[in-house]
């Protein structure tokens, strides 16, 4: 295929240098072509190596190893001025929640990026923020600032914003993170409709399956390691503890329940609690005793 | 190139800023104003001060030199050589000594009576009259009458030189009121003929001081040398001298204010800096989207940079206005404690030096934490919630 890819990553690999001797190895080689119009979703849960991958596909952190090319332009190793340039011009963002400055109106966010790059004019970069509000259906919110406008309106606003300089793609960092089921559904079903109809790139990622399954193509981030499918061995790995633990867990609860017969002996001889009470915490005792016993086979108990 | 666009914006960003923080940028204003304020009040009445003592000495000695010797008494009779030296309008001889009235402590001025409204260029004549030749009554200051409650008619006993040598007593044929001559201000002064003050002295024909006056500044330096060497031991003063006398002091005192006012604009810059550091800290997500969005480390700058201007601006307009109320009211103190009324001059160029120092001090003290703010990395700015 001849098509240039709106982002290929090649072998990209980030280590995170903790200490001397500590390092954190988040991304083991990853290798992936995302073109124009795909809708792709990254799914995987905190510490997988996501927020890495999603740093590096906005150009905001660079890899250790491995290329990452933008539209065709190889960004790795571009100075962060040029990077900026970059950012503006081929690249949408959409973050979890606080995306929009504050003191700016809905339309002023959304013709923030157009004036950066300064090949609008004012005049221009107002009629297409006002037509990219339409698009997301919140021309009537123009006028509002952030603070006046509900989570679901502030992530639409987002997303007409990261529309503005026409992107090779949209990179979306749990963009229902902090929306309800509804709403997030609603701006879902506006970043699907998006891609069916104009042809927009997006890669969401999430650890969310609902938001995930949304796109045309899933991928799993497990241990910096991207997958196609579930990788499920992985997760039964995690399952099983392995038989030391087992013994300390077990040798644990041995001595918490010593300390817990003498304790209530104590305080029995003592006057402290009635006859009654000490039965009964005595029965207590006695049954997860009892279940230790069960689950070790252990008499001696 | 800078884009207009995002300049307005970055403005824009500043001032909403500005609005959602009322108290803390009034409190920041508040010091860049208190700042500049003092710095151009302190400036203001300080060139006043220099122009009010200059007019004072230029009534005081107009186109004069003084001739004086280190001991005590010259011999009238220079005047009259003095007066044929080529440009010399006229020369008379003074008797100026300390000396008591009634007990009080007093500058006693001997003066020919011909000469006492030359040389007495302001003063008014309340009660009585002015001295006559050859008078044997003699002239008090208002001030001193008021404090000796002594009318016209009434007799004060005089005393002059050291140990009290001289003492008599004359009957007062005047009271008159004196514009503060320099360094009479707040002192007791009797004026009488100088015949008298001479026999007072037991000097007769003996002077302390001779004034002279040229018929044109020009000749003042001329002048003043031929007397030099006419009288190798006077001590001559020149109005130029006096003037740079008093330069050198008010110099010293200058630097004093100065620096006073450099003390409050060097607060009012840490003020700035604090409060756009806590800018930075309160805006370092949307700094993160800013850089997202394609934001350059220079856009980032100039919305800060524009914050520390703005409040700028604000304290430097604010403390040019409060300066002027404020020269007004130190003067007010300034007559209150020493009884010398020095109107304050302002210049477009003190208000000017002031608001471009409020400008100076303010931007630059903003840069380095809006530097910090603009260099922090997008990913590390987007982490801090």
Known sequence: MSETPAIDLRKVEKIYYLGAEVRVHALRGISLKVYRGDFISIMGPSGSGKTTLLNIMGTMDRPTKGRVIVDGIDVTDMSEGRLAVIRREKIGFVFQAYNLITTLSALENVMLPMLLTGKYTEAEAKEKAMLLLELVGLEERAAHRPRELSGGEQQRVAIARALANDPAFVLMDEPTGSLDTVTGARVMSLVKLLNEHFGQTFIVVTHNPAVAKVAQKMFFIRDGLLYLSPPKELLEFRMSANAEDRIRLLDIQVRLLRNDILSLRRRFRSGDIPRETYLRMKRNIIRRLEYLRRLTGYEGL | ?385
């Open chain 2, 1 to 385: 190139m800078v884009n207009v666009n995002v300049v307005k914006y970055a403005v824009k960003f500043a001032w909403s800023d500005i609005l959602t923080r009322k108290m803390r940028s009034t409190l920041t204003v508040l010091g860049i104003a208190v700042g500049v304020a003092l710095l151009i009040a302190l400036m203001s009445v300080s060139l006043g001060m220099r122009s009010e003592i200059e007019t004072k000495l230029e009534e005081y000695l107009g186109v004069g030199i003084l001739v004086s010797s280190n001991e005590t008494l010259l011999p009238e009779s220079i005047s009259l050589k003095i007066l044929k030296i080529p440009y010399v309008r006229d020369a008379y001889p003074l008797i100026l000594v300390f000396g008591s009235v009634e007990e009080r402590p007093a500058v006693i001025i001997g003066l020919p009576p011909e000469k006492q409204d030359e040389y007495l260029t302001v003063a008014e004549v309340l009660e009585g009259r002015e001295l006559n030749p050859g008078d044997k009554g003699v002239l008090l200051e208002e001030k001193l009458a008021k404090r000796l409650n002594v009318k016209v008619g009434d007799k004060v006993t005089v005393s002059a030189g050291l140990a009290g040598r001289g003492k008599d007593s004359y009957p007062v044929v005047g009271i008159v009121k004196m514009e503060s001559l320099i360094g009479f201000g707040e002192m007791n002064v009797l004026i009488m003929p100088i015949k008298l003050a001479q026999d007072l002295l037991g000097r007769p024909s003996y002077a302390s001081q001779i004034q002279v006056k040229v018929v044109n500044r020009r000749y003042v330096d001329v002048v003043a040398r031929t007397i030099k060497k006419l009288y190798p031991h006077a001590t001559i003063t020149t109005p130029e001298e006096i003037m740079r006398r008093i330069n050198r002091i008010l110099n010293i005192i200058n630097t004093a204010l100065i620096s006073i006012a450099s003390i409050s604009m060097i607060v009012a810059s840490l003020s700035v800096m604090n409060t756009i550091m806590m800018v930075v800290r309160e805006r370092i997500r949307e700094i993160g989207i800013l850089k997202a969005i394609g934001a350059t480390r220079g856009h980032v700058l100039m919305i800060f940079l524009s914050e520390a201007l703005l409040l700028s601006i604000m304290g430097g307009l604010l403390g040019a206005f409060s300066g002027a109320v404020g020269s007004y009211l130190l003067q007010e103190l300034i007559s209150r404690l020493t009884n010398v009324r020095v109107p304050p001059i302002f210049r477009l160029d003190i208000i000017g030096e002031g608001m471009l120092i409020a400008l100076i001090v303010g931007v630059s003290s903003g840069f380095y934490p809006s530097w910090k703010g603009a260099s922090i990395r997008p990913i590390e700015a987007l982490r801090y919630e």
